[in-house]
Protein backbone atom coordinates (compact mmCIF):
# COMPACT_ATOMS: atom_id res chain seq x y z
CA UNK A 1 0.00 0.00 0.00
CA UNK A 2 1.38 3.30 -0.95
CA UNK A 3 2.78 6.11 2.31
CA UNK A 4 3.57 8.96 2.55
CA UNK A 5 7.49 8.94 3.65
CA UNK A 6 9.23 11.69 5.82
CA UNK A 7 13.07 12.68 5.80
CA UNK A 8 14.40 12.49 8.69
CA UNK A 9 13.10 11.35 11.24
CA UNK A 10 14.48 13.01 13.73
CA UNK A 11 16.30 16.29 13.84
CA UNK A 12 18.60 18.41 16.28
CA UNK A 13 19.17 22.13 15.61
CA UNK A 14 20.80 25.03 17.07
CA UNK A 15 18.25 28.05 17.49
CA UNK A 16 18.84 30.20 14.54
CA UNK A 17 19.52 27.74 12.27
CA UNK A 18 17.60 26.52 8.87
CA UNK A 19 15.91 23.60 8.65
CA UNK A 20 14.65 21.72 5.53
CA UNK A 21 11.83 18.85 5.94
CA UNK A 22 11.67 16.07 3.36
CA UNK A 23 8.19 14.65 2.37
CA UNK A 24 7.43 12.38 -0.47
CA UNK A 25 3.54 12.14 -0.48
CA UNK A 26 1.36 9.27 -2.10
CA UNK A 27 2.61 9.43 -6.18
CA UNK A 28 -1.23 10.39 -7.69
CA UNK A 29 -1.92 12.79 -5.09
CA UNK A 30 -2.66 15.93 -5.98
CA UNK A 31 -2.78 18.34 -2.69
CA UNK A 32 0.09 18.21 0.01
CA UNK A 33 -0.26 19.64 3.46
CA UNK A 34 2.23 19.70 6.58
CA UNK A 35 1.04 19.74 10.40
CA UNK A 36 2.51 20.11 13.42
CA UNK A 37 2.41 18.60 16.76
CA UNK A 38 4.02 19.96 19.81
CA UNK A 39 4.61 17.51 22.86
CA UNK A 40 1.47 17.39 24.39
CA UNK A 41 -0.79 19.47 22.19
CA UNK A 42 -2.61 18.62 20.14
CA UNK A 43 -1.94 18.80 15.95
CA UNK A 44 -2.45 21.53 13.89
CA UNK A 45 -2.80 22.54 10.59
CA UNK A 46 0.15 24.54 8.70
CA UNK A 47 -0.07 25.28 5.46
CA UNK A 48 -1.77 23.08 2.02
CA UNK A 49 -0.40 23.04 -1.43
CA UNK A 50 -1.86 22.47 -4.83
CA UNK A 51 -0.40 22.82 -8.22
CA UNK A 52 2.69 24.27 -6.78
CA UNK A 53 1.22 27.19 -4.90
CA UNK A 54 0.04 27.58 -1.42
CA UNK A 55 -3.75 27.45 -1.13
CA UNK A 56 -4.18 27.77 2.98
CA UNK A 57 -2.10 28.34 5.20
CA UNK A 58 -3.08 28.96 9.18
CA UNK A 59 -1.72 32.19 11.44
CA UNK A 60 1.18 29.70 12.81
CA UNK A 61 2.86 29.60 9.15
CA UNK A 62 4.52 32.69 9.22
CA UNK A 63 7.27 34.19 7.28
CA UNK A 64 9.94 31.64 8.73
CA UNK A 65 7.82 28.76 7.16
CA UNK A 66 8.36 27.99 3.62
CA UNK A 67 7.63 24.96 1.36
CA UNK A 68 8.38 23.90 -2.17
CA UNK A 69 7.52 21.35 -4.39
CA UNK A 70 11.22 21.31 -6.31
CA UNK A 71 10.92 18.26 -8.80
CA UNK A 72 8.16 15.71 -8.83
CA UNK A 73 8.38 13.77 -5.52
CA UNK A 74 9.70 16.08 -2.99
CA UNK A 75 7.61 18.47 -0.88
CA UNK A 76 10.06 20.42 1.57
CA UNK A 77 9.11 22.56 4.21
CA UNK A 78 11.64 25.20 5.71
CA UNK A 79 12.03 27.16 8.02
CA UNK A 80 14.38 29.92 8.02
CA UNK A 81 15.57 30.60 11.22
CA UNK A 82 14.24 28.10 14.32
CA UNK A 83 13.13 29.41 17.10
CA UNK A 84 12.39 26.57 20.55
CA UNK A 85 9.10 27.19 20.39
CA UNK A 86 9.40 25.69 16.48
CA UNK A 87 10.82 22.18 18.24
CA UNK A 88 7.67 19.70 17.63
CA UNK A 89 6.53 16.49 15.71
CA UNK A 90 6.03 17.90 11.77
CA UNK A 91 3.48 15.33 9.75
CA UNK A 92 3.69 15.60 6.25
CA UNK A 93 0.11 14.66 4.48
CA UNK A 94 -1.34 14.28 1.03
CA UNK A 95 -5.13 13.63 -0.95
CA UNK A 96 -5.57 12.81 -3.88
CA UNK A 97 -8.92 15.57 -4.23
CA UNK A 98 -10.54 17.88 -2.54
CA UNK A 99 -14.59 17.26 -1.52
CA UNK A 100 -14.56 13.68 -0.13
CA UNK A 101 -11.12 13.65 0.86
CA UNK A 102 -9.09 11.93 3.00
CA UNK A 103 -5.46 12.67 3.97
CA UNK A 104 -2.97 9.83 4.54
CA UNK A 105 -0.02 11.23 6.98
CA UNK A 106 3.64 10.01 7.15
CA UNK A 107 5.59 8.91 10.01
CA UNK A 108 6.90 12.66 11.09
CA UNK A 109 9.87 14.22 11.65
CA UNK A 110 10.59 15.22 14.95
CA UNK A 111 12.67 18.52 15.69
CA UNK A 112 14.34 19.62 18.71
CA UNK A 113 15.06 23.14 18.49
CA UNK A 114 18.42 24.06 21.10
CA UNK B 1 -14.35 28.74 12.93
CA UNK B 2 -14.14 24.72 12.96
CA UNK B 3 -13.19 23.23 17.00
CA UNK B 4 -13.12 19.35 17.40
CA UNK B 5 -13.41 18.83 21.23
CA UNK B 6 -12.52 14.94 22.86
CA UNK B 7 -13.63 14.98 26.35
CA UNK B 8 -11.78 12.37 27.37
CA UNK B 9 -8.49 12.56 27.85
CA UNK B 10 -7.29 9.70 28.92
CA UNK B 11 -9.02 6.19 29.46
CA UNK B 12 -8.33 2.93 31.18
CA UNK B 13 -10.16 -0.25 30.31
CA UNK B 14 -9.87 -3.69 30.80
CA UNK B 15 -9.43 -6.01 27.78
CA UNK B 16 -12.86 -6.86 26.51
CA UNK B 17 -14.68 -4.18 28.00
CA UNK B 18 -16.68 -1.76 25.88
CA UNK B 19 -15.19 1.57 24.12
CA UNK B 20 -17.02 4.76 23.59
CA UNK B 21 -14.57 8.26 22.64
CA UNK B 22 -16.79 11.16 22.65
CA UNK B 23 -16.04 13.96 19.61
CA UNK B 24 -17.81 16.71 19.52
CA UNK B 25 -17.21 19.41 16.58
CA UNK B 26 -17.94 23.14 16.06
CA UNK B 27 -18.95 24.01 12.40
CA UNK B 28 -21.87 25.85 10.31
CA UNK B 29 -21.20 23.83 7.44
CA UNK B 30 -20.96 20.31 5.66
CA UNK B 31 -17.95 18.65 7.25
CA UNK B 32 -15.92 15.05 6.82
CA UNK B 33 -15.62 13.32 9.78
CA UNK B 34 -12.25 11.15 10.81
CA UNK B 35 -10.73 9.05 13.33
CA UNK B 36 -7.13 8.37 13.53
CA UNK B 37 -5.45 6.36 15.29
CA UNK B 38 -1.77 6.74 16.52
CA UNK B 39 0.09 3.56 17.74
CA UNK B 40 2.85 3.95 20.27
CA UNK B 41 5.68 5.19 17.89
CA UNK B 42 3.97 4.95 15.36
CA UNK B 43 2.26 7.38 12.70
CA UNK B 44 -1.40 8.60 12.51
CA UNK B 45 -3.31 6.25 10.75
CA UNK B 46 -7.07 6.75 9.32
CA UNK B 47 -9.44 4.67 11.08
CA UNK B 48 -12.54 5.45 9.91
CA UNK B 49 -14.23 8.53 7.69
CA UNK B 50 -17.66 9.83 7.46
CA UNK B 51 -18.83 11.16 4.39
CA UNK B 52 -22.35 11.09 3.53
CA UNK B 53 -24.85 8.65 3.50
CA UNK B 54 -25.22 5.83 6.44
CA UNK B 55 -24.13 8.20 9.59
CA UNK B 56 -22.96 4.49 10.93
CA UNK B 57 -19.79 3.85 9.34
CA UNK B 58 -17.74 0.88 10.38
CA UNK B 59 -13.36 1.54 10.15
CA UNK B 60 -10.36 -1.39 10.79
CA UNK B 61 -10.06 -3.29 13.34
CA UNK B 62 -13.97 -3.62 14.82
CA UNK B 63 -14.19 0.05 15.45
CA UNK B 64 -17.42 2.37 14.07
CA UNK B 65 -18.55 5.84 14.58
CA UNK B 66 -21.87 7.33 14.57
CA UNK B 67 -22.71 10.75 12.89
CA UNK B 68 -25.37 12.77 15.15
CA UNK B 69 -25.72 15.63 13.21
CA UNK B 70 -28.13 17.52 15.63
CA UNK B 71 -25.54 16.77 18.09
CA UNK B 72 -22.35 17.86 16.23
CA UNK B 73 -21.42 14.65 17.67
CA UNK B 74 -19.34 11.52 16.13
CA UNK B 75 -18.36 9.35 18.57
CA UNK B 76 -16.09 6.16 18.11
CA UNK B 77 -17.25 2.69 19.48
CA UNK B 78 -15.71 -0.57 19.94
CA UNK B 79 -17.43 -3.79 21.58
CA UNK B 80 -14.45 -4.92 23.06
CA UNK B 81 -10.95 -3.98 22.95
CA UNK B 82 -8.02 -5.60 23.39
CA UNK B 83 -4.83 -4.80 24.40
CA UNK B 84 -3.52 -3.79 20.63
CA UNK B 85 -5.90 -1.16 21.25
CA UNK B 86 -3.63 0.77 23.31
CA UNK B 87 -2.84 4.33 21.38
CA UNK B 88 -4.22 7.99 21.00
CA UNK B 89 -7.05 8.44 18.86
CA UNK B 90 -7.44 11.66 17.37
CA UNK B 91 -10.97 12.86 15.72
CA UNK B 92 -10.53 15.47 12.87
CA UNK B 93 -12.90 17.19 10.84
CA UNK B 94 -12.91 19.34 7.94
CA UNK B 95 -15.16 21.31 5.48
CA UNK B 96 -16.60 19.77 2.71
CA UNK B 97 -16.02 22.61 0.40
CA UNK B 98 -13.38 25.08 0.31
CA UNK B 99 -10.00 24.73 2.72
CA UNK B 100 -8.87 21.26 2.99
CA UNK B 101 -7.12 21.49 6.26
CA UNK B 102 -7.86 18.77 9.04
CA UNK B 103 -9.28 20.06 12.52
CA UNK B 104 -7.92 18.48 14.98
CA UNK B 105 -9.07 17.14 18.98
CA UNK B 106 -6.65 17.01 21.04
CA UNK B 107 -6.58 13.41 21.45
CA UNK B 108 -7.34 10.69 23.57
CA UNK B 109 -5.17 8.74 25.00
CA UNK B 110 -6.62 4.74 25.39
CA UNK B 111 -5.03 2.22 27.83
CA UNK B 112 -6.34 -1.25 27.11
CA UNK B 113 -4.82 -3.53 30.72
CA UNK B 114 -4.53 -6.88 29.77
Known amino acids: EPEVTQTPSHQVTQMGQEVILRCVPISNHLYFYWYRQILGQKVEFLVSFYNNEISEKSEIFDDQFSVERPDGSNFTLKIRSTKLEDSAMYFC????????????FGPGTRLLVL | AQSVSQHNHHVILSEAASLELGCNYSYGGTVNLFWYVQYPGQHLQLLLK??????LVKGIKGFEAEFIKSKFSFNLRKPSVQWSDTAEYFC????????????FGTGTRLTVIP
Open chain 2, 92 to 103: AVNARTGANNLF
Open chain 2, 50 to 55: YFSGDP
Open chain 1, 93 to 104: ASSEATGYKTQY
